[in-house]
């Protein structure tokens, strides 16, 4: 399984972005789907997951109401819409195909393919 994110930049505060995975993958539709974040210097962190038929969500508490994932599983596609950006969410995103259906995985290790990364910085 291969995936591909994009849609990364430079932004200022306040700003939307909404990032695209797109995996090369015939079974796209049975898996979860993660993003993940990793801050310079940080670990690699949980941003929010969708379950392969898009029927459950989940998202870490520093994102919740900004950010929404969704899916489109006709074009092997996951987004993260972002909405109100701040500087602390300046990171490499990265999306994953989870080991499991649902959206409730929150470690890398629960994840079995990763994505390159997209970079978002946040101007103040």
């Known amino acids: 399984v291969q995936l591909q994110a994009f849609g990364g930049g430079l932004v200022q505060a306040g700003d939307s972005l909404r990032l695209s995975c797109v995996a090369t993958?015939?079974?796209?539709?049975?898996?979860?789907m993660g993003w993940f974040r990793q801050a310079p210097g940080k670990e690699r962190k949980f941003v929010a997951a969708?379950?392969?038929?898009?029927?459950?969500?989940s998202y870490a508490d520093s994102v919740k109401g900004r950010f929404a994932i969704s899916r489109d599983n006709a074009k092997n596609t996951v987004y993260l819409q972002m909405n109100s950006l701040t500087p602390e969410d300046t990171a490499i995103y990265y999306c994953?195909?989870?080991?499991?259906?649902?959206?409730?995985?929150?470690?890398?290790?629960?994840?079995?393919?990763w994505g390159q990364g997209t970079k978002v910085t946040v101007s103040s």
């Open positions: 994953a195909r989870s080991k499991y259906s649902s959206p409730y995985h929150y470690k890398t290790n629960d994840y079995a393919d």
């Open positions: 993958v015939g079974t796209f539709s049975r898996y979860g």
């Open positions: 969708i379950e392969s038929g898009s029927r459950s969500t």
